[in-house]
C-alpha cells in the first residue's frame, strides 16, 4: 500500500448518512486507500487523541465516528447526560488530520423497525455486563455496523475499556469484517485517574476522591509483583484500599484471565486487574494488566 | 459499471479458506467489479440454478457459496443426514459460468473459541424458529459472515424458505453489508411440491404424499380468492387437507402479515400462507403469498 502515491488529505468532511460514509468509504476502497477508523461517542480526550494520532500515522485515510449509541446504554442509565461536544470534536478532528468525521444520527443508525442483535455471550456475561444488561449486545451491534459501512483496514480501541476490547476483538475474528484491531494503553491524569469522558461531570470533591480506583489496582498489582499468588487476597487488599474512600463504592474488582476474563483463583501468567467503582452519579471503570 | 470492459470469467475456482475468499472479493471490488452471491447448502436442485443464473444474467462476478452450516441445525436435528454433492455441484457451477465456488470447512466458518452470534428476534420467534430452537441465529451469523467475506452486491435467495428472506433481508438493512438481496419465486415439480434438497430422502409413498402440503395452501388461496376473509377458516381448511393424508403430521399451518409473520385474524391486503409437515423422518416447508 505505501508505495503508490499517498493519499491526498484536503478539508475534513463532516458526513452524517450510512448512504454517504459508505459511499465515500467505497470509492477509497476501489483506490486501493488503506483506512483507520476510531469509533467514539465524542467528547474527547487525551486518550481519543492518542487513538486518533495512531490511526493517523498508520493508514492513508482516517475516519472518527462520533455516535452517542442508546443501545449501549442500559435501562435507567446516563444518555441523555452523555456529554455532547460535537463542534469541539470536530475541530480537533480537523486539526489531527483527520479524512472524514462521521456523525450519524440515531434515527440513520436505527431506523423504524431496526432488529438485529449482535452478541459475544460469554464474554459480556460478566463484570460490566452484569452491571450493564445490555451494553456488550449494544456495543457488538453498534461496531458491527461501523466496520460494515467503513470497512477499515485497522480499527482503533482504547484499553481502558478492557472488556469492551475483548468483545470486539471476537467480532473481528469471528464475524470476519476483514478488519485489525489495535488496542492502545489507557491515558491518565498526573494522580493515575484514567481519562474518561464521564470525568468531567466529577463533583470537585468525587474527582478527589476518583484516583482511589486507580490506586487499589495498583495496590493489587503491588502484591503480585510482591510474590501473593491468591486471587482472592489481591482482590481483598484492592477493596480495602477503596473503603478507605468514603465516597466511592465498589461495584466490582476482579483478579481476571486476560482471555476469558473468569476469575482467576491462583494467578500464573498474566493477569488482568479490572475494577468499577461509583462517585455519586459518576460510573468509572479501570484495568491494569499484570504479569506475575 | 456496466459501461466499464466486462469481467471476462475464466475456469471457475474453488476457494475453500476464508483468507482467500476475502483476497478474491476485495481484489474484484479494487476492480469496480459487482459481485453477485448465492448461500447454499449444496445438493442443488432447478432451484438453486435459478438462483445462479439470476445471479449470471445481473452481475459481473458469480459467488456460489456451499456450506452446511451446522449452526442452524437444532438439536437431534439431521445434519448429517444433509445431503452433500460437493462434485456434482462444482460441475453444475462450472457450467452455469460461476466464478468462485466457496466451500469452506468447519473449522473456517467456526475456528475454536468462536462465539459471536446475530439475531432477528421478533422475526425469529414463531414457525420456523418455534420449530427449530436456534435456527435463525445460525442463519443470521452464517449470512452475515458471508456477507462480510464477499461483499456482493447483489444477492439471492429462494422464496421457499419465506421466514429466512425476511431474517436475511431484515439483517441486510440493519447491518449495513452494503448488500442487496432478490428474492426468486419458488421453483414446484409439476405436482406442485416445492423443490429441496431434502426430497430426494423421501420415499417412494412418502414422495407421493408430500404434494399435500402445496395442495393445503393452494386451497387456502382458493378460499381467500372466494372472499373469505377469516384467518381461522382458512386456517381450518388448509388443516383440513392435510389431515386427509394420514402420512403427513402438521408442525404448522398458518395465515399471517408477510412482513411481521404475526398471525392475521382478519385478511387485508397481501397475507401469506405458511405451512410445515413432517412425513416419517424429513420435514417439508412451502408457503404462498396472496392478495385478498
Not at 457488538?140 to 476490547?165: C, H, N, W, Y
Amino acid at each position: 500500500m505505501l508505495n503508490k502515491a499517498p493519499h491526498v488529505a484536503v478539508a475534513m468532511r463532516t458526513i452524517r448518512t450510512v448512504h454517504a460514509i459508505s459511499t465515500w468509504s467505497r470509492a477509497l476502497h476501489r483506490q486501493g486507500v488503506t483506512i483507520g477508523m476510531v469509533p467514539t461517542m465524542g467528547a474527547f480526550h487525551a486518550g481519543h487523541l492518542a487513538l486518533i494520532r495512531a490511526a493517523r500515522r498508520s493508514c492513508e485515510a482516517v475516519v472518527v465516528s462520533v455516535f452517542v449509541n442508546p443501545r449501549q446504554f442500559g435501562r435507567g442509565e446516563d444518555v441523555s447526560r452523555y456529554p455532547r461536544r460535537l463542534r469541539s470534536d470536530a475541530a480537533l478532528c480537523a486539526r489531527e488530520g483527520v479524512d472524514v468525521l462521521f456523525a450519524p444520527t440515531q434515527e440513520g443508525m436505527y431506523p423504524p423497525g431496526f432488529e438485529a442483535s449482535v452478541s459475544v455471550r460469554s464474554l459480556a456475561r460478566r463484570w460490566e455486563g452484569e452491571c450493564r444488561p445490555g451494553h456488550f449486545e449494544g456495543v457488538a451491534t453498534v461496531v458491527t455496523k461501523l466496520l460494515s459501512l467503513v470497512r477499515p483496514e485497522i480499527v482503533f480501541f482504547g484499553q481502558k475499556d478492557f472488556q469492551q476490547t475483548l468483545v470486539v476483538k471476537r467480532l473481528v475474528e469471528d464475524l470476519n469484517p476483514g478488519t485489525r484491531m489495535v488496542v492502545l494503553p489507557t491515558v491518565r491524569d498526573p494522580d493515575g485517574l484514567a481519562l474518561s469522558s464521564r470525568n468531567p461531570r466529577l463533583t470537585p470533591a468525587e474527582r478527589r476522591a476518583a484516583p482511589v480506583l486507580c490506586a487499589a489496582l495498583q495496590a493489587g498489582r503491588e502484591a503480585i509483583r510482591s510474590g501473593i499468588r491468591s486471587g482472592s487476597r489481591i482482590r481483598k487488599m484492592m477493596h480495602q484500599v477503596v473503603s478507605g474512600e468514603r465516597l466511592a463504592q465498589v461495584d466490582y474488582l476482579a483478579v481476571c484471565d486476560p482471555s476469558t476474563l473468569e476469575p482467576r483463583p491462583r494467578l500464573t501468567g498474566t493477569v488482568v486487574l479490572l475494577g468499577a467503582i461509583r462517585l455519586g452519579r459518576t460510573r468509572l471503570i479501570d484495568n491494569l494488566l499484570v504479569r506475575t
